[in-house]
């Protein structure tokens, strides 16, 4: 092989790793689950997991039927104790512009980053447009929390409803 053969081979090489991924690809999780990446609008869509599966976190957040705010941001986390001060013990899920319907249950169901062991409370925050930021503002947004601890033993968990409500700044 020549010099100059090698050295068009390493170009090529080179361009075809620094190209742009397709519009559109198919990328299997090591977790499992098939993940959906279009790159022109930015959305991603995730299997749902089965409740039973292990190390799977099923909630269901009910959003009061007289809901009327413009949701910019869905999170969830679990904190060690409640009201949460600082960032979560564990971050689970968080969504700009969570498309749900008043008086119906975001029905979720988690797997990454779900812990193995240890009591965590559940806190939800559906932050408005006019919200907080890093804290939920009082009046403004909403927040669901689990009135006791979640015990976590690596098999899976299906805590239910949690609803959410108005949040008071308690």
């Known amino acids: ?34 993940i959906v990446e279009n790159n022109d609008d930015e959305e991603t ?5 089965d409740c039973e599966e292990a190390a799977v976190l099923c909630v269901d957040l009910m959003v009061p039927a007289d809901y009327a705010g413009n949701p910019r941001n869905l999170f ?5 104790s409640l009201p949460p001060i600082g960032p979560p013990t564990v971050f689970l899920f968080d969504e700009d512009a969570p498309d749900f319907t008043p008086g119906e249950a975001i029905e ?8 193995e ?8 925050v559906l932050y408005d447009q006019a919200g907080g930021e890093w804290m939920p503002e009082p ?16 098999e899976g968990k299906d805590v239910g409803e949690v609803a959410f409500s108005l949040y008071d700044g308690e």
């Open 117 to 124: 062991s240890g009591e965590y409370y559940l806190f939800s």
């Open 45 to 49: 869509e995730i299997e749902e997991y």
């Open 1 to 34: 092989m020549s010099i100059k053969t090698l050295i068009n081979l390493c170009f090529c090489l080179f361009v075809a790793a620094c190209a742009e991924p397709a519009p559109s690809e198919e990328v299997e999780d090591a977790a499992g689950p098939t």
């Open 108 to 115: 979720m169901s988690l797997r990454e980053d779900v812990p």
């Open 139 to 154: 009046g403004i947004d909403y927040v669901a929390t689990s009135a006791e601890p979640y015990a976590f033993d690596g």
């Open 76 to 80: 969830v986390g679990l904190y060690d």
